[in-house]
């Protein structure tokens, strides 16, 4: 069965500095996709980024980018010039190729400091 | 702009007392979704249609059902809740590619449920 670890519960970060959230995840399949989601405080859960694991080149989304080390399923998030609308909560998920379900991660909670 | 609604935003209700959570979609996506998330913790995943077809998550309740009478709309009923079932209820649509892939998947602001 596939796992998906953040083990970071909380991280903090002072305005317009880079964070960066890490995710591991196991499996035996080649065809996945992984995901990083964000639910502020209101509670709405936003897609950030996506990656198709056949895809080496790392996905960005403005601010936002992963390093995905397909090898060591490794899928970290580093979110540039932090703004304090990125607190949040941080979901890393996995999904297999042909699939529907969403494999979770426990979740991090980033703090962004003034 | 094309989204996800869930109605209504809060509701409270009463042990035992029949609910129904409602979602509408105008993405025109053919999954859709039902989870559960408590308090700091990852959305649970309890059930989802792909176009008519129901697929029940093993661990899911049987005191949770789900109608979905058109594409667009989606109900989650919870038949007797207690205590233990307080929680947020996300919906969330995807669409399924052409070779049955599920695609990404979009979500609702969520219904905060409340049980006295």
């Known amino acids: 069965a596939q796992t998906v670890t953040q083990s970071q519960p909380e991280m903090s970060v002072q305005e317009a500095e880079t964070v960066t959230l890490s995710c591991t995840y196991d499996?035996?399949?080649?065809?996945?996709?992984l995901f990083w989601y964000k639910q502020p405080p209101s509670r709405q859960m936003i897609l950030v980024i996506r990656?198709?694991?056949?895809k080496q080149q790392n996905a960005t989304e403005n601010r936002f980018s992963v390093n995905f080390q397909k090898a060591a399923k490794s899928f970290s998030l580093k979110i540039s010039d932090s703004q304090l609308g990125d607190a949040a909560m941080y979901f890393c998920a996995y999904r297999s190729g042909l699939g529907y379900q969403l494999i979770w991660g426990a979740g991090t909670k980033l703090i962004i400091k003034p | 702009d094309a989204m996800v609604i869930q109605n209504p935003r809060y509701q409270v209700t009463q042990f035992g007392k029949p609910v129904t959570l409602s979602c509408s979609q105008t993405?025109?996506?053919?999954?859709m979704y039902w989870y559960q998330q408590k308090s700091s913790q990852a959305p649970k995943l309890l059930f989802h249609y792909y176009d008519k077809d129901f697929n029940n998550e093993a661990d899911t309740p049987d005191n949770f059902q789900s109608r979905r009478p058109n594409t667009s709309f989606c109900f989650l009923d919870i038949r007797s809740p207690g205590l233990g079932d307080a929680a947020m209820y996300l919906c969330?649509?995807?669409?399924?590619?052409?070779?049955?892939?599920?695609?990404?998947?979009?979500f609702g602001p969520g219904t905060r449920l409340l049980v006295l």
């Open positions: 990656q198709e694991a056949y």
């Open positions: 969330a649509t995807s669409r399924a590619g052409a070779s049955g892939r599920g695609e990404t998947q979009y």
């Open positions: 499996t035996s399949e080649s065809d996945y996709y």
């Open positions: 993405l025109n996506h053919n999954v």
